[in-house]
């Protein structure tokens, strides 16, 4: 069984910086694609940004672009967001998720091509 857990969420200050992290158990990000979506009361669940790790290639939505990167650490079958320059519109709960299919590009904002979501943490980016 396949089991995503995010941890890292909390409460920051606007222009600060949090690491969220999504640790896997059932699976390895080895392959596949892995992404971070985001959801605001009130709102859809919007994707953040994800990574090809075969291919290398990462999709962001341009909110993020520049401040927002992922990565991952195989010996502790963990992927990371790292969050830089936070304002409150980034204000959410966020959600790891990871597909066993190489997506493609253009299809990773997708969230119905997600086999596993994690249950998410929650980020709150106020003064």
């Known amino acids: 069984q396949v089991k995503l857990v995010e941890s890292g969420g909390g409460l920051v200050q606007p222009g600060g910086s949090l690491r969220l992290s999504c640790t896997a158990s059932?699976?390895?990000?080895?392959?596949?694609?892995t992404a971070w979506f985001r959801q605001s009361p009130g709102k859809e669940r919007e994707f953040v940004l994800g990574k090809r790790w075969r291919f290398g290639s990462t999709n962001a939505r341009d909110s993020v672009r520049g401040r927002f990167t992922i990565s991952r650490d195989n010996a502790r079958n963990t992927v990371y967001l790292q969050m830089t320059n936070l304002n409150s519109e980034d204000s959410a709960v966020y959600f790891c998720?990871?597909?066993?299919?190489?997506?493609?590009?253009?299809?990773?904002?997708?969230?119905?091509?997600?086999?596993?979501w994690g249950q998410g943490t929650q980020v709150i980016v106020s003064s």
């Open positions: 998720a990871a597909s066993d299919r190489e997506l493609i590009h253009s299809s990773l904002p997708d969230r119905n091509n997600y086999d596993y």
């Open positions: 059932g699976r390895t990000f080895s392959s596949g694609v």
